[in-house]
């Protein structure tokens, strides 16, 4: 089955851009979904369709896709951005949702 | 606006079953497919399977074996069962909703706060 792979952590300074990067087979043909997680808190939807974001997320958030590989960029990080952030996608062949094993944000 | 409310027996015994239930408020969870997702504490996601109207259930196959979804229209409520269970079993059990109706998307987009299952004897 398919996987997804992202960096553990990755830091970034106050007001600076950061990329957060998601590998995997089946972004070749899905698109991914990006998700925010705080500390005791449950997941929320960032992003989805590659650059789609629900009502209420900062357009500072935005992503991208190139080959097998799905980007979350964060233009202008702040504080409350630091976080967990879980990639998420579907698996080729059986058609069940696969996540990333998760990036943790920190900002300087 | 929807909200969802996970709950459960919080410690299970190994080989026991894990009984769960989601309630869904503010919403219909019809023609929505609903996913039950875990996370061991400090860990990634790792997607249980989901559930749609009429009962068109989805499951990974890692737990396919033990697994059962259902859903209860008339109480808008969901619920998950697995049997056998071990430690590796012991995580942080989410119920979400899919963005769009009818449709997977495997994007969630409404989420429980979750309930912590551990294993233990």
């Known amino acids: 089955s398919d996987e997804l792979t992202q960096d553990p952590a990755v830091s970034v300074a106050l007001g600076q851009t950061v990329r957060i990067t998601c590998q995997g087979d089946?972004?070749?043909?899905?698109?991914a979904a990006w998700f925010q997680q705080k500390p005791g808190q449950a997941p929320s939807l960032i992003l989805y369709?590659?650059?789609e974001r629900p009502s209420g997320v900062p357009d500072r958030f935005s992503g991208s896709r190139s080959g097998n590989t799905a980007s979350l960029i964060i233009t202008g990080a702040q504080a409350e951005d630091e976080a967990d952030y879980h990639c998420?996608?579907?698996?080729?062949?059986?058609?069940?949702?696969?996540f990333g094993g998760g990036t943790k944000l920190t900002v300087l | 606006q929807v909200q969802v409310q996970e709950s459960g027996p919080g410690l299970v015994k190994p080989s026991e079953t894990l009984s769960l239930t989601c309630n869904v408020s503010?919403?219909?969870?019809?023609?929505?497919?609903w996913s039950w997702i875990r996370q061991t504490p400090g860990k990634g996601l790792e997607w249980i399977g989901y559930?749609?109207?009429?009962?068109?259930?989805h499951y990974n196959p890692s737990l396919k074996s033990r697994l059962t979804l259902s859903a209860d229209p008339s109480t808008n409520q969901l619920s998950l069962r697995l049997t056998s269970v071990t430690a590796a079993d012991s995580a942080f059990y989410y119920c979400?909703?899919?963005?769009?109706?009818?449709?997977?998307?495997?994007?969630?987009?409404?989420w429980g706060q979750g309930t912590m299952v551990t294993v233990s004897s």
């Open positions: 979400a909703r899919d963005r769009l109706p009818h449709l997977v998307l495997y994007a969630f987009d409404v």
């Open positions: 503010g919403g219909d969870i019809n023609n929505y497919h």
């Open positions: 559930i749609y109207s009429g009962g068109t259930t």
């Open positions: 089946s972004l070749k043909y899905h698109f």
């Open positions: 369709d590659r650059d």
């Open positions: 998420g996608s579907r698996d080729t062949s059986n058609n069940h949702a696969i």
